[in-house]
């Protein structure tokens, strides 16, 4: 059971810290619209973690031996960002939306941003729903949204705090890709142990 709310934990970490950032961004713009933000950060999360069980549910018609495969995918992402690591080929940037709006633009700005940046999220926790049980996908969906809460504490500490927020953005693209490569052998491990009597 630990071990399941860890991983997950991990994969909402490697592909959330480029979203990380752009919440900082986003309450240090719109400030005096903080719940706005929020509502919009948590409303990405929600539609992340839905898609991914969708696809999961998706896979689910597929043999289990076949699931195993999908670990693939984030491992694959994982070693592409070793790669560019090593060729020097990484940046720390993050898009960032200029207009600053009325409280329907904050919100927009601040979903449409997440979700453009939460494909790796998706693709991550769709592998984990679609490698689990019911039990397991409870405790995904638990360290989902306890992850989704401390990051939204921890980022309205970094905009207090900048120094923090700089570490993240200068080191996120160094440890994600080794993070992203754990969570897909995690995957691929653990269907093979399914397939034991």
Not at 37 to 53: N, R
Not at 152 to 175: G, L, T
């Amino acid at each position: 059971m630990i071990q399941i709310i860890a991983i997950a934990a991990g994969a909402f970490i490697a592909t959330n810290l480029d979203n990380f950032a752009l919440l900082v961004t986003f309450l240090v713009r719109y400030r005096h619209r903080t719940l706005i933000v929020a509502c919009a950060y948590f409303t990405s999360i929600f539609l992340l973690g839905l898609t991914g069980y969708v696809i999961a549910a998706a896979a689910s018609i597929a043999p289990v031996e076949y699931l195993g495969w999908l670990g693939l995918i984030p491992m694959t992402i994982g070693t592409a960002g070793v790669v560019r690591l090593v060729r020097g080929r990484t940046s720390g940037r993050v898009t960032r939306e200029e207009s600053v709006g009325g409280g329907k633009t904050t919100f927009l700005a601040t979903l449409f941003s997440q979700l453009g940046n939460g494909g790796d999220t998706v693709i991550t926790f769709g592998a984990l729903f679609a490698d689990s049980n019911r039990l397991s996908d409870t405790l995904i969906i638990f360290a989902l949204t306890t992850m989704a809460i401390i990051f939204f504490v921890s980022a309205r500490y970094a905009i207090r705090h900048p120094i923090i927020k700089k570490r993240i953005e200068s080191h996120a693209h160094q440890i994600t890709p080794f993070i992203m490569i754990i969570v897909g052998a995690y995957i691929v491990a653990n269907t093979a142990t399914d397939m034991l009597p």
